[in-house]
């Protein structure tokens, strides 16, 4: 990446971060970015504990879910019980909105679906069902394959994949933008970079 692009990366990352104060729970806190670091509040923690999740949720406005398995394809109930907890939490605390990042995979036919996701994507579909029966604000991001390229320019779409990539930065900014925006509300959105 050369330093335009580096910058145009950064100053996205900054004019969210300083629209927002967030609080993240992560397992390992080194495995987030230094320079976001010092822009965050930062819980150690578990989302499979109800305790870790309702330490992070209390005093927020909303609430952006990014759960993964890191590398695992294995069969898991982590995302889907990390959910149940994140809405639980939520309305414990009183907080309506909340935006989840799920998979593209979502949007296809199950027998679509390469086989070694399937089991991942089976607990996507359990996160969904779940957020769905919540009664919450819900926004539900169905991203494509995710790439570390520099901030570009995007597309949603309602209902369906406009594409087969999008950027983190660009899938980070949509995240959060999203909450502040009742028209993706209670929406299946898909994204992705445009060539």
């Known amino acids: 990446m050369d330093n335009g692009q580096e910058e145009g990366v950064t100053l996205r990352y900054c004019r969210v971060l300083s629209y ?15 320079d976001l ?7 150690q923690g578990d989302v499979t504990n109800a305790s870790d999740v309702l330490r ?6 909303a609430v952006v879910v990014v759960l993964g398995t890191r590398d695992s394809l294995s069969p898991t109930t ?7 907890n994140i809405i639980k939490a939520m309305k414990e605390t009183g907080i309506e909105l909340v935006s989840v990042c799920l ?9 679509r679906v390469p086989a070694r996701f399937l089991d991942l994507n089976a607990d996507h579909q359990r996160m969904l069902d779940c957020i769905k029966e919540s009664g919450l604000k819900w926004i539900a991001v169905l991203p494509p394959h ?19 990539s999008i950027t983190k930065c660009d899938l980070a900014t949509f995240l959060l933008e ?3 925006t009742p028209e993706h509300y209670n929406q299946l959105i898909g994204i992705a970079t445009t060539a």
């Open 20 to 34: 927002f104060q967030l609080k993240v729970l992560v397992r390992d806190p080194s495995r987030l970015r230094e």
């Open 37 to 43: 670091r010092s822009k965050v509040e930062v819980i």
């Open 56 to 61: 992070t949720v209390e005093g927020q406005d």
């Open 78 to 84: 982590v995302l889907s019980e990390g959910m149940k």
């Open 103 to 111: 998979s593209a995979f979502l949007f296809y036919n199950p027998e």
């Open 146 to 164: 995710f790439t570390d390229d520099p901030s570009s320019k995007y597309t949603i779409k309602h209902g369906s994949a406009p594409g087969r």
């Open 178 to 180: 999203s909450l502040t």
